[in-house]
């Protein structure tokens, strides 16, 4: 069975700051892992997965995420917050070579100030 | 190209009432996801569909709940007797290697 913690519910960062998204995983075999984006009131948009290549994993809109066996962890990051990066983000896991279902975190909201 | 598009975008319905969402995936994704989002919470499976066979459906919260891809295209998710703890918005996603892209979902609101 695979399991999703986002460690933060909410992170507000001002613009041109870090972001940092944390994101932890729990899964009995190797799993792939996603970053998507939820805009209000729209869908999920992809952001980037890890599918067992190259551990550091460069999606879209700057951001990116490493993939860390040892700490079971798959933080997103992206050097300088824009304003339009407000939204909430979902980190989630599925089995390789299972089921494609996703198990989805509880979503961290970010918020950028000006 | 175009995306997976759902419909109705919000829907309304009484206590009891049977309800019918809609979702069409991308075109030539062989695999369809059915996810319910509470508000305030990440996503949960709900059933997964490879063409018209429905391989699991284990996320499906009663019996109350059934979904159906007859022709490997469209899927139709139906909720009867609708209640109160049926309000969600209804996630519908269309897969290509390993890879799922979501629709802008049904947002359900049972009064």
């Known amino acids: 069975a695979q399991s999703v913690t986002q460690l933060g519910s909410h992170v507000s960062v001002s613009e041109g700051a870090l972001v940092l998204l944390r994101c932890n995983y729990s899964s009995s075999v190797p799993p792939y892992l996603f970053w998507y984006v939820q805009y209000p009131n729209q869908g999920l948009q992809l952001l980037l997965k890890y599918t067992s290549a190259a551990t550091l994993v460069k999606g879209i809109n700057g951001f990116e995420a490493e993939f860390k066996k040892s700490e079971t962890s798959f933080h997103l990051t992206k050097p300088s917050a824009h304003m339009s990066d407000a939204a909430e983000y979902f980190c989630a896991v599925s089995a390789q070579g299972g089921s494609e279902k996703l198990v989805f975190g509880k979503g961290t909201k970010l918020t950028v100030n000006p | 190209g175009a995306g997976v598009s759902q419909s109705p975008r919000y829907k309304v319905a009484k206590r009891g009432q049977d309800v019918a969402l809609r979702c069409d995936p991308i075109?030539?994704?062989?695999?369809l996801f059915w996810y319910q989002q509470a508000l305030g919470q990440g996503p949960e499976f709900l059933t997964y569909f490879q063409n018209e066979a429905q391989l699991d459906k284990s996320g499906l919260p009663s019996d109350r709940f059934f979904a159906e891809r007859p022709e490997g295209s469209v899927s139709t998710l139906k909720i009867q007797r609708t209640q109160q703890e049926d309000s969600a918005v209804y996630l519908c996603?269309?897969?290509?290697?390993?890879?799922?892209?979501f629709g802008p979902g049904t947002r359900l609101l049972v009064l």
């Open positions: 075109s030539g994704h062989v695999s």
């Open positions: 996603a269309s897969s290509l290697v390993k890879t799922q892209y």
